[in-house]
């Protein structure tokens, strides 16, 4: 029997990277009349370090990410994907990508943009991805390349 996803979830984080997965997880979920999550994880220990601020930042963040979420519903909606719902989430975003939303939502695949961080900010910091890669209990696809299946043109050297 042929493998058909059934819920596929792209995280969205404003990166080109993240557009290239979510372009690509839009088509995924068409062929397999799949639905579609977008998921974006406002990163709260950003905020830890502003207390003055901190809830009026936030409440900006969620903001921005519910305006980056509708746009890109419309877009996978225009584009054919007839099952599209959106999540965000608060929390760190390695956690929140691997584990605790594919479980929510029963996730069989998840769609990612690959790191844009260098050798020695993945040493200290690490990537989403790649702890995505190593943590999640689904399938998980990074993407590289635009629709066309060509790099982009700033990483093309």
Do not use: W
């Amino acid at each position: 029997m042929e493998q058909q996803y059934t819920k596929i979830m792209t995280a969205v984080d404003g990166s080109s990277e993240a557009e290239l997965a979510f372009k690509k997880a839009v088509n995924v979920a068409k062929r397999n009349n799949a639905e579609l999550l977008l998921a974006h994880v406002i990163d709260t220990r950003a905020f830890q370090t502003v207390s003055s601020f901190d809830n009026v930042l936030a409440e900006q963040a969620t903001e921005m990410a519910k305006q980056t979420l509708n746009d890109y519903e419309k877009y996978a909606k225009n584009a054919g994907c007839e099952k599209v719902s959106k999540v965000i989430e608060y929390g760190a975003p390695k956690l929140m990508i691997a584990t605790q939303i594919p479980e929510e939502n029963d996730i069989d695949l998840i769609m990612l943009g690959a790191t844009g961080l260098n050798a020695v900010e993945r040493l200290f910091i690490g990537s989403v991805s790649e702890y995505v890669i190593r943590n999640a209990s689904c399938d998980v696809l990074i993407v590289r390349t635009d629709l066309n299946n060509q790099l982009p043109d700033d990483d093309k050297d």
